[in-house]
């Protein structure tokens, strides 16, 4: 079965440290893959997307980059967090165009 | 414009009662898809329902169905039976076209619903 695993589940981080958040992939081959932040309270905003290995692409500018080093691996990472990078991130695959997505447990991030 | 609306940000419903919850998008594509998620306090995202801009009937999936009005492009998500554990937050959200390998989807801002004992 297809399933994803994305951790920590928590972390809190001063202001000005680095940041990576891992999200790994079973049961499936060159999956789709996105990462979502959610702010407190609100909803969803899609931060990155990828179709491949290497292939990243960015919906907003931001802070953060991303990476898919591997087929079933994405990261998400920072060189120096900022206080408005706290939020709840969610990483995703595509199950297909029917069948939206199948999400992660989601890192709470608190930047302090 | 908003291409996802959800303009309730907060519902109360008793116990074992129905409850609609609603949702409009804006989009110029003719091919889309319609999604709802509920997301409990753990914050896990479930997949609920989908409904095809071209499916000809509203989509149902055991006590949800969503209520597709093309033409005034709303999608709302019906609860039939209410139950304690129906309390989240619930997401609507769109997908717009249908380019293999696209499925990036557009997330309205939810709506937080608490059933009442």
């Known amino acids: 079965s297809q399933t994803i695993h994305q951790w920590p589940a928590t972390l809190v981080q001063p202001v000005g440290s680095p940041l990576s958040l891992e999200c790994t992939v079973e049961?499936?081959?060159?999956?789709?893959l996105y990462w979502y932040r959610q702010a407190a309270g609100r909803g969803l905003q899609l931060l990155f997307y990828?179709?491949?290995?290497?292939?990243i692409s960015s919906e907003v500018p931001q802070n953060l980059s991303a990476s898919r080093p591997q087929d079933r691996q994405f990261i998400l990472s920072s060189k120096k967090l900022l206080l408005s990078d706290s939020g709840f991130y969610l990483c995703?695959?595509?199950?297909?165009?029917?069948?939206?997505?199948?999400f992660g447990s989601g890192t709470r991030l608190t930047v302090v | 414009a908003q291409k996802i609306t959800q303009t309730q940000p907060g519902m109360f419903v008793q116990e074992k009662e129905a409850v609609t919850l609603d949702c409009t998008y804006d989009?110029?594509?003719?091919?889309?898809?319609l999604f709802w998620y509920k997301q409990p306090s753990s914050g896990e995202m479930i997949f609920l329902i989908y409904?095809?801009?071209?499916?000809?009937q509203n989509a149902t999936e055991g006590r949800y169905s969503l209520n597709f009005q093309k033409a005034r492009k709303s999608a709302n998500l019906v609860i039939s039976a209410s139950q304690l554990g129906d309390s989240a937050m619930y997401f609507c959200?769109?997908?717009?076209?249908?380019?293999?390998?696209?499925?990036?989807?557009?997330f309205g801002t939810g709506t937080r619903l608490t059933i009442i004992p």
């Open positions: 995703a695959f595509g199950q297909g165009v029917n069948y939206g997505y199948t």
């Open positions: 990828s179709i491949g290995i290497d292939q």
């Open positions: 959200a769109m997908r717009e076209g249908r380019t293999a390998g696209n499925e990036k989807l557009t």
């Open positions: 409904q095809g801009s071209y499916d000809q």
């Open positions: 049961g499936t081959s060159n999956p789709n």
């Open positions: 989009t110029s594509d003719p091919s889309y898809g």
